[in-house]
């Protein structure tokens, strides 16, 4: 029988007796990252008038980014190549891509594998989509015969989110705070 189910609830609530690693990584939490932050503009970092993302983390020593990404137009987003898997989760809204016959709807999860080449659509009658991605990796954007017209990754968000804290007045030492 494991200790578990010997001891009462309240004698198991010790925590760890030890230190955690020296170099290891502060844990990250975000607070109301499901309502205040979906509300709070300011913080929105734009990539295009009707297109923006909330860093939630940069993770910069593996390769990956977590965020929140906002369109508030219908039509193509992006056609773009992945380098890793993404995963996806829609919070507002829907969209899907011209390559595939599914629509991911509000409370829908995706999961999209290395190498996958799409066209994000997002349809008529949709104000606004949100969905929470996490990006191991980076994309290559390309047009219809799969030519490279850009990039993004990591490096990449951490520069715009640098850019854009600065510009609002934050510092550019705000975008740290999601850096791993």
């Known amino acids: ?13 010790i925590p760890y ?12 939490v975000h607070a109301g990252v499901l309502d205040q932050w979906l509300e709070d503009d300011n913080l929105w970092v734009p990539t295009t008038k009707t297109v923006s993302f909330k860093p ?10 977590v965020n929140l990404l906002r369109v508030r137009q219908s039509g193509v987003l992006s056609r773009h190549r992945h380098t ?11 969209w899907y891509y011209l390559e ?10 995706a999961h999209e594998p290395a190498g996958e080449t799409h066209t994000l ?12 991605f996490h990006v191991t990796g980076g994309y290559t954007y390309v047009d219809p015969q799969g030519n490279a017209t850009g990039y993004e ?8 989110a640098r850019k854009h804290y600065e510009a609002i007045g934050l510092g550019t030492d705000y975008v740290r705070r999601f850096i791993r």
């Open 121 to 132: 659509f997002v349809p008529e009658g949709v104000d606004e989509m949100i969905t929470w």
């Open 1 to 13: 029988m494991s200790e578990a189910t010997t001891r009462k609830p309240d004698e198991l609530a």
């Open 84 to 94: 890793g898997p993404v995963h996806a989760m829609v919070l507002r809204g829907r």
């Open 56 to 65: 939630l983390l940069l993770n910069a020593s593996q390769g990956y980014y």
């Open 153 to 160: 990754d990591v490096f990449t968000k951490i520069e715009a």
């Open 100 to 109: 595939h016959d599914w629509v991911a709807e509000q409370g829908s999860y």
């Open 17 to 28: 007796q030890h230190p955690q690693p020296a170099d290891m990584s502060a844990d990250l």
